[in-house]
């Protein structure tokens, strides 16, 4: 089988009102951080979560470092984050002077292990950042149970998971904050920008004062503290309500892809295997992830460069965060992660896949997996 194209990971998928709406802000001339697109953008993408607050923002990472802010995190704090993540959610932590507190994963939905939670709690521990990595949910009930129990703020980092569901609640409503990216990749896309989800009115209220520099809302161009210039422009956000009133069609592409992958793959599980769907969840498939078995002699990177030559682009599942210069840890605490990151990559998931290309993808896989036993 021959590839036509070079196949991408993803590609930003652009077939709503997003031009018109562009167009409607070059127009009349609201392109800055003022406009109706960002009010209307919120407005929908807080009733899409269920939940009373949606803020729009710069991007995914300035979306975990507010709630934060706002909860007043600062110098000597604690917050447990799963080790298996982006390094933006351990960055966000770091900005406040914080120190993100590591924790390994789940075999099953690849989300922190609830189970381990609580040996790292201490009395510096604030908060707990979950991540539904690669648009699988994390395992919320008992996440939530122990933060009860601790005091603690949950805040959902959902950047890659849109419309993922929990038990049939969309993630972003579970916790206390939910947090979104729209960079390119993404399920749905502004080119970079985030929004942040809660129905906490108080809290709401203060992130948005400090995403606007801080200015008094009730006195102009008067600053009490020092806020930030976290906002989303207006033409960000017509973009994202032209994706956001297709995001059925976008997260059902997803689904679509990932099934076709299943039905194609399912039977080589001495080769590898995706990451499962857990009976509680409903996966939105930002990236659809193989891990390698180990009777594969080749290793990850291997198999990935020879996909490249056949014209098809992959990367590696994100490194733990253990593993990192900035949060090295040599403890052994982290198996399963370990395995994980070491074996897995993404393969393309973009939108537009074609059953050809399809099975190209499935055919060169099973190929070089095959020769390499």
């Known amino acids: 089988m021959k590839a036509v194209n070079r196949i991408p990971l993803a590609n930003p998928v652009l077939n709503g009102n997003e031009r018109k709406y562009v167009l409607d802000c070059i127009d009349t001339g609201w392109i800055s951080a003022n406009g109706k697109y960002v009010t209307e953008f919120e407005e929908k993408f807080a009733d899409f979560c269920g939940t009373k607050h949606a803020l729009s923002c710069a991007n995914g990472t300035v979306a975990l470092h507010l709630p934060l802010l706002a909860y007043g ?7 447990i984050i799963p080790t298996f993540t982006y390094i933006a959610t351990a960055n966000a932590v770091k900005y406040c002077g914080a120190t993100p ?17 609580e040996e790292k709690i201490t009395t510096r521990t604030k908060g707990i950042i979950v991540v539904h990595l690669y648009g699988h949910p994390v395992d919320m009930d008992p996440v939530m149970e122990i933060a009860k129990k601790h005091n603690l703020f949950v805040i959902e980092d959902a950047a ?10 969309v993630v972003g409503s579970i916790g206390d ?16 920008g985030g929004m942040i989800t ?34 989303m422009t207006n033409l960000q956000a017509a973009v994202g309500l032209g994706q956001l009133e297709n995001i059925s069609w976008h997260m059902g592409q997803r689904r679509r892809i990932a099934a076709e992958y299943i039905e194609r793959l399912s039977q080589y599980s001495e080769l ?37 030559d056949d014209g098809i682009e992959t990367r590696p599942l994100f490194y733990s965060m253990h593993q990192m210069p900035p949060y090295y840890d040599g403890s052994s605490d982290y198996t399963v992660s370990d395995a994980i990151s070491s074996r897995g990559f993404n393969i393309p998931t973009n939108a537009t896949l074609s059953e050809e290309e399809l099975d190209y993808i499935c055919d060169r896989l099973v190929h070089h997996c095959q020769n390499n036993l």
């Not at 507190?101 to 939670?117: A, R």
Request: charged share 25%; hydrophobic share 35%.
């Open 73 to 79: 995190v600062g110098q000597g704090d604690e917050i």
């Open 198 to 231: 809660t129905s906490d009115n108080e809290l709401a209220d203060r992130m948005r004062l400090l995403r606007g520099q801080a200015m008094d809302p009730t006195r102009r161009y008067w600053f009490n503290e020092v806020g930030y210039n976290y906002r």
């Open 177 to 192: 904050v939910g947090t979104f990216s729209f960079f390119g990749n993404k399920i749905i896309s502004t080119g970079e």
């Open 101 to 117: 507190v590591l924790v390994d994963c789940q075999n099953g939905s690849w989300g922190i292990d609830p189970n381990k939670i």
């Open 160 to 169: 890659e998971a849109h419309g993922a569901e929990y038990k049939g609640k």
């Open 272 to 308: 590898f295997t995706l990451q499962p769907e857990m009976p509680w969840a409903k996966h939105a498939y930002w990236m659809v992830s193989i891990l390698l078995s180990d009777k594969v002699k080749a290793s990850r990177d291997e198999i990935m460069s020879m996909l490249e």
